[in-house]
């Protein structure tokens, strides 16, 4: 399959997959894919199984609120018929079948026993799946965008993974270049025997580093092609994405994220919760007891968590801010870097001509320019990453801000199991 390249990127991508074999066709049943960043959200959308979690998730609070509401309603009507019967005329103990109507009376009587855990979910139950249907629902709304985020790091992972890849191979074929030099050199009296064993050391150490970097590209294959849903033996080609040009306004963004920030919605819930749940305890035990100072605890270290969560939160986003800063800077010195080395490069090529330059010295100007495009590489996944990350918290997604494993901090729990 022949692949029109579009940049030099492009074409340093597909040098590379031909200097391993990526390029190479392919055996009966692989199938070699060439991708751009937006396609590979498209499939993203189609199959990542994040946004099926999520859908599952919405229904499952839905029904969680259905079936907490029947339940309520189930305590309640048992809290009226008992406190109709009680209220009745007694059973007449002469009365043959009183046994049996006594027996009766209590069946339809039963209740849960009336302690705190009941009556707080009698009274805020329905509130605490509401919550949690909404809290839900706004996970759902923005599973979209950590896909996104998901795909974007999963894209520039893999082309950094090919970056240092080639400049992997380019260091190795320099070692083994000056390898061979000082062997020849050796053969005739002017190299040591110390030198001899330091080239063949550097060779293996880049023989090393070259099969390392081929096991983390691979590993970032394998990463991207689970997000975006395809197949683990589907070779890829990936086109280099455009940089975004956005511009933010910093307080703008940390207003809007802590305002809309799912983190600090679930950080919420709980204290809410927590702080229905002392004030009930305070009403039904004195400051004394354990339950009391159980329950204070809880609200406690509800409060500290929310707050926590809101410093978290801020400060993820000033951080990516300056992250994203930090990397529109040192985008043009990395271009120039880039263009530096290519010019090195080319002058190499001419003085070999001529004789005024070894191989050995032309394969280090090709390493310095396969490191110097690696580390132009990394400077754009920083600045794509710090760019979707603020797009994302301005929409309220701060999980990845933060590093928190969950959206919502985990305040989505079933609310029956407060009961």
Request: net charge negative.
């Amino acid at each position: 399959m022949v692949f029109k390249c579009r940049t030099m990127a492009v074409a340093l991508v597909i040098v590379l997959a031909l200097m391993t074999g990526i390029g190479q066709a392919a055996p009966s049943g692989l199938e070699v894919v060439e991708l751009t960043l937006e396609q590979c959200l498209e499939l993203a959308a189609e199959n990542n199984p994040q946004l099926q979690l999520a859908a599952v998730a919405l229904d499952q609070a839905k029904l969680g609120l259905k079936e907490t509401k029947s339940e309520v309603r189930k305590l309640k009507d048992a809290e009226k018929v008992k406190s109709e019967t009680n209220g009745g005329s007694p059973i007449n103990g002469d009365d043959p079948f009183a046994p049996v109507m006594e027996m009766i009376m209590g069946m339809l009587t039963m209740a849960p026993p009336s302690d705190l855990e009941t009556t707080f979910y009698k009274d805020h139950g329905v509130w605490m799946a509401e919550e949690q249907v909404a809290l839900a629902q706004a996970g759902y709304d923005l599973a979209g965008e950590g896909v996104r985020l998901a795909v974007i790091n999963a894209y520039y992972d893999l082309l950094q993974g090919e970056a240092d890849l080639v400049t992997a191979l380019a260091a190795e074929k320099e070692a083994l270049e000056a390898r061979r030099a000082v062997v020849a050199q050796f053969k005739v009296g002017m190299a040591t025997p110390a030198q001899d064993l330091a080239a063949e050391a550097g060779r293996a150490g880049a023989r090393a580093a070259r099969l390392g970097a081929e096991s983390v590209r691979e590993t970032k294959r394998l990463a991207l092609l689970r997000e975006i849903g395809l197949s683990s033996d589907t070779r890829l080609v990936l086109s280099p994405p455009v940089e975004q040009q956005a511009g933010f306004e910093l307080e703008q963004v940390v207003q809007s994220a802590l305002e809309s920030s799912l983190e600090i919605r679930g950080a919420q819930f709980q204290f809410d919760a927590a702080e229905k749940k002392f004030d009930l305890t305070g009403k039904w035990y004195p400051d004394i007891t354990y339950k009391y100072k159980g329950s204070e605890c809880e609200y406690l270290e509800a409060q500290i968590k929310l707050a926590d969560t809101k410093i978290a939160v801020e400060s993820g986003v000033r951080s990516s801010y300056n992250m994203y800063l930090a990397a529109k800077e040192q985008l043009l010195p990395a271009q120039r870097g880039v263009e530096q080395a290519r010019h090195d490069l080319n002058a190499s090529r001419a003085k070999l001509e001529v004789g005024a330059a070894t191989e050995l010295d032309l394969l280090s100007a090709k390493r310095a320019l396969a490191q110097a495009e690696s580390t132009l590489m990394g400077v754009k996944k920083n600045y794509a990453m710090a760019t979707a990350s603020l797009q994302a918290a301005a929409k309220g997604l701060t999980a990845g801000l933060t590093g928190a494993t969950a959206l919502g901090g985990g305040a989505t729990s079933d609310v029956r199991s407060q009961r």
